[in-house]
């Protein structure tokens, strides 16, 4: 059973940071697929923020581009997300996800947009807040 739980969520104030972090348990994320990090705010779609695609590049949201950065610990099987300068437009609930597609985003001339609905595994969400 895959399990995928997210820490690091929190309340944090306009400029601040956080580091999100994502233990998978019974997933590697030596895997080859797509992988990443979601958020939903309030009467707004679920988002790609930061995903690492089949080729190990990484691909943000141009809302996030500059201030939040994804990476990956293969030995302890983590993803993280260190999210700087936090504006209240980042609030939001976030969710990891994996078992994404295989793909290249380079493939798509830095269109690509990943799509929740790709994405097999998901942790529960947690919630990040930023205030003015």
């Known amino acids: 059973q895959v399990q995928l739980v997210e820490s690091g969520g929190g309340s944090v104030q306009a400029g601040g940071s956080l580091r999100l972090s994502c233990a998978a348990f019974?997933?590697?994320?030596?895997?080859?697929?797509?992988m990443g990090w979601f958020r939903k705010a309030p009467g707004k779609e679920r988002e790609g923020v930061a995903v690492f695609d089949s080729d190990g590049s990484t691909s943000y949201a141009d809302s996030v581009k500059g201030r939040f950065t994804i990476s990956k610990d293969k030995v302890k099987n983590t993803l993280y997300l260190q999210m700087n300068n936090l504006k209240p437009e980042d609030t939001a609930m976030y969710y990891c996800a994996a078992d994404g597609p295989f793909l290249s985003a380079g493939a798509y001339g830095g269109n690509w947009r990943p799509r929740p609905e790709d994405f097999g595994y998901w942790g529960q969400g947690t919630q990040i807040t930023v205030s003015s």
């Open positions: 019974g997933y590697s994320f030596s895997s080859s697929y797509c």
